[in-house]
């Protein structure tokens, strides 16, 4: 293999291009709207849970794009359109900064715990209305060793990062996305809302065959710069990505089955009357 050079020092703009994110996230419109020519994209899934907080505040704490369109779906995949399209966006302002020596599983729930609690309290009580539903995620990658591959912070360590994956295992490494979703509570129980958590595993196996020149190449793009392991497989990073077992959109940032799954639970479940025997 041969040797690459790399700057000794990150880039100057070598930063998180989603800080430039929208303040009101609000997405764009479908493709195939009324008044372009086109297909016309599916509708919404006509669903209750999606249908008690249509038009109701809808936070995601998360400055991600990708987490916003996989939401609102402005890419069409393979869960079909939730359209969560007027969410606001509330990224937490709590450090992320827990211990890599915790399984990459626990890391990524307790990080999206502490996203998705923090960001409910500083919004219970906001203009105009409490939310309907705060959701909040994170993703990591990890090697078959169990390190906790984040953001690259640089380019030389970008290029390791990529390299790392390729050549260790096989190519195999491991996606874990945690999602957490949380809603008031109607009635005034102790804690006055529902919380349901869910952590996903998918198996990716990195292309064995690509170059150092092709990884150098693709880190200089920087499409993976502000990407859990560095790379981006729902754009030009597919190149680098051989075959996964598991969930395309976990690997994307957000499992869409179970982040469905979850709002059901805590938007209808919690606040069905539950039935009570007659007392003789």
């Known amino acids: 293999m041969s ?7 990150p880039p100057p703009a070598y930063e998180d291009d989603h800080k430039h994110t929208a303040a009101n ?3 764009a419109p479908a493709q195939g709207a009324t008044g372009a020519r086109g297909p016309r994209a599916p509708l919404p899934l006509n669903l209750p849970a999606l249908n008690m907080i249509k ?4 936070i995601l704490a998360s400055a991600s794009p990708r987490r916003r369109q996989l939401l609102a779906q402005q890419t069409i995949i393979q869960h079909g359109w939730i359209g969560l399209t007027n969410l606001e966006i509330h990224p937490s302002p709590l450090p992320e900064d827990l211990s ?22 500083a919004t219970i009580d906001s203009p105009p209305e409490e939310p309907a539903l705060v959701i909040a995620a994170d993703t990591v990658i990890s090697t078959h060793l169990g390190e906790i591959l984040e953001k690259p912070r640089s380019e030389r360590e970008h290029v390791e990062m990529l390299k790392k994956l390729r050549d260790e295992s096989g190519g195999w490494h491991k996606v874990y996305t945690a999602v ?4 008031p509570l109607d009635t005034p129980i102790d804690p006055g809302y529902a919380m349901e958590t869910h952590v996903e595993e998918t198996a990716v196996k990195f292309d064995q065959s690509v170059t150092d020149d092709l990884i150098l190449s693709y880190v200089r793009t ?18 680098l990505i051989e075959k996964i077992d598991g969930t395309f959109d976990n690997v994307v940032g957000l499992p869409l089955r ?3 799954q979850m709002i059901e639970k805590v938007v209808i479940e919690p606040n069905v009357p539950q039935e009570v025997d007659n007392v003789l």
Do not use: N, W
């Not at 599983?105 to 609690?117: E, I, P």
């Not at 957490?180 to 809603?183: G, R, W, Y």
């Not at 499409?223 to 190149?239: C, V």
């Open 3 to 9: 040797d690459i050079k790399t700057p000794l020092e």
């Open 25 to 27: 996230g609000s997405a």
């Open 55 to 58: 038009g109701k505040r809808i």
């Open 100 to 121: 890599h020596a915790l399984p990459p599983f626990q890391y990524v729930l307790q990080t999206a715990q502490q996203k998705a609690t923090s960001v409910y309290a």
């Open 180 to 183: 957490v979703c949380m809603a």
């Open 222 to 239: 920087r499409e993976g710069a502000d990407k859990a392991g560095g790379y981006g497989i729902q754009g030009l990073g597919t190149i």
């Open 258 to 260: 179970a982040t469905l």
